[in-house]
């Protein structure tokens, strides 16, 4: 499988020598960009990680010339938003975000190789490099995936309801209206009807537009431990903090799928569809969630562990670069077929909770 040499450095490619990956080349000169990060409101545990995180690789398999990302790899990995992403890497330019952002947003899914099980029965899986940026859909559905998975296996047998707090539409900046919506539910929790009939949960951040006004719309969804919560109580309150704003939704949750299945709709999603559609509200909303957390937990909640990765106790070897499976599949190659064929799969339960077509 080639030498034991380390991996070579993710390169960084200078303005005037773009990668030839880039899906909109060449970048800008790099830009500080960005504010302060923001933390969630007192009281809340942040689930999910800044968007810039420190690129990395769950494995590493010996250096080869089969080391250089192709775009078949790529593919693989980003196929099926392939567009999105595209608007996605060019409003991470516009809005001047680091260059070590978009690099490792570039990246994501390269370095790309099978591994297989050493025991039996023989499975499959592959590692490669993650931007685990908020705004690739790729490491968003393996995101909440693992999120639903963890909250699945530590939801305690509770009474939940999920609760949606939204905002009156306005025309004030988006940074503005998100401070004011934080600021808002910081405000609800210290009331006397949430404190006593909320014991701890997991609040959501969504940012939808209107396509009638154009304008934004941010709201959040929160998961529920509790007693019986009045929806007419909670609109009042919520009217008399706000001062304009009095649209509140309680919904009954009659078990810990229906509570997963809510999770996996908006713990990796930030934004709903049709902001993609527009370049200077994707750029918009790129700024002002620069640093944010969008996914939190709170009161008795705190102390769940959701955004582990378990592990699967399993012992893995490489055994080819992505890439060549890929080739080899497409040329006809029996073995490499069924290989490509289980690592497609997912888990009917996975599929009906993260909204994938159910296996064939």
């Given at each position: 499988?080639?030498?034991?040499?380390?991996?070579?450095?993710?390169?960084?490619?200078?303005?005037?020598?773009?990668?030839?990956?880039?899906?909109?080349?060449?970048?800008?000169?790099?830009?500080?960009?960005?504010?302060?990060?923001?933390?969630?409101?007192?009281?809340?545990?942040?689930?999910?990680?800044?968007?810039?995180?420190?690129?990395?690789?769950?494995?590493?398999?010996?250096a080869?010339?089969?080391?250089?990302?192709?775009?078949?790899?790529?593919?693989?990995?980003?196929?099926?938003?392939?567009?999105?992403r595209?608007?996605?890497?060019?409003?991470?330019?516009?809005?001047?975000?680091?260059?070590?952002?978009?690099?490792?947003?570039?990246?994501?899914?390269?370095?790309?190789?099978?591994?297989?099980?050493?025991?039996?029965?023989?499975?499959?899986?592959?590692?490669?490099?993650?931007?685990?940026?908020?705004?690739?859909?790729?490491?968003?559905?393996?995101?909440?995936?693992?999120v639903?998975?963890n909250?699945?296996?530590?939801?305690?047998?509770?009474?939940?309801?999920?609760?949606?707090?939204?905002?009156?539409?306005?025309?004030?900046?988006?940074?503005?209206?998100?401070?004011?919506?934080?600021?808002?539910?910081?405000?609800?929790?210290?009331?006397?009807?949430?404190?006593?009939?909320?014991?701890?949960g997991?609040?959501?951040?969504?940012?939808?537009?209107?396509?009638?006004?154009?304008?934004?719309?941010?709201?959040?969804?929160?998961?529920?431990?509790?007693?019986?919560?009045?929806?007419?109580?909670?609109?009042?309150?919520?009217?008399?903090?706000?001062?304009?704003?009095?649209?509140?939704?309680?919904?009954?949750?009659?078990?810990?799928?229906?509570?997963?299945?809510?999770?996996?709709?908006?713990?990796?999603?930030?934004?709903?569809?049709?902001?993609?559609?527009?370049?200077?509200?994707?750029?918009?909303?790129?700024?002002?969630?620069?640093?944010?957390r969008?996914?939190?937990?709170?009161?008795?909640?705190?102390?769940?562990?959701?955004?582990?990765?378990?592990?699967?106790?399993?012992?893995?070897?490489?055994?080819?670069?992505?890439?060549?499976?890929?080739?080899?599949?497409?040329?006809?190659?029996?073995?490499?077929r069924?290989?490509?064929?289980?690592?497609?799969?997912?888990?009917?339960?996975?599929?009906?909770?993260?909204?994938?077509?159910?296996?064939?």
């Open positions: 499988m080639g030498t034991t040499a380390p991996w070579p450095r993710i390169r960084t490619n200078a303005p005037d020598s773009p990668s030839p990956f880039m899906i909109d080349p060449p970048y800008p000169d790099p830009s500080a960009g960005g504010d302060a990060p923001r933390t969630a409101p007192p009281g809340l545990t942040s689930l999910d990680t800044l968007e810039t995180p420190v690129s990395g690789i769950v494995y590493s398999p010996p080869t010339p089969d080391d250089i990302p192709t775009d078949a790899a790529l593919i693989f990995r980003h196929g099926f938003w392939r567009a999105r595209a608007a996605t890497a060019a409003a991470l330019i516009e809005a001047k975000t680091p260059y070590s952002r978009q690099s490792r947003f570039e990246l994501c899914g390269s370095r790309a190789w099978v591994l297989k099980t050493v025991t039996a029965p023989t499975q499959y899986r592959i590692a490669c490099d993650h931007c685990r940026d908020r705004f690739c859909e790729a490491c968003q559905v393996e995101r909440r995936r693992t639903c998975m909250l699945r296996a530590q939801l305690p047998a509770v009474q939940l309801r999920f609760v949606t707090l939204t905002l009156k539409s306005r025309s004030a900046p988006l940074t503005d209206q998100i401070d004011q919506i934080w600021a808002y539910f910081k405000q609800l929790r210290k009331t006397e009807v949430w404190k006593s009939n909320v014991t701890g997991l609040s959501f951040f969504e940012i939808t537009r209107n396509e009638t006004t154009q304008m934004f719309h941010p709201h959040v969804h929160v998961l529920v431990e509790g007693k019986y919560l009045p929806q007419k109580v909670l609109r009042t309150e919520w009217l008399k903090i706000t001062g304009d704003s009095y649209i509140v939704d309680v919904k009954f949750v009659r078990d810990p799928i229906a509570a997963a299945g809510y999770v996996a709709k908006y713990a990796g999603k930030a934004i709903a569809a049709n902001v993609w559609q527009n370049r200077s509200s994707l750029v918009e909303v790129i700024t002002a969630l620069a640093g944010r969008t996914f939190n937990a709170f009161g008795s909640w705190r102390k769940l562990s959701l955004s582990r990765v378990a592990s699967d106790d399993l012992e893995w070897t490489p055994i080819a670069p992505l890439h060549r499976l890929i080739t080899l599949a497409a040329s006809g190659d029996v073995a490499a069924q290989i490509m064929a289980q690592i497609r799969g997912v888990n009917l339960d996975e599929a009906i909770l993260l909204g994938l077509p159910p296996p064939k």
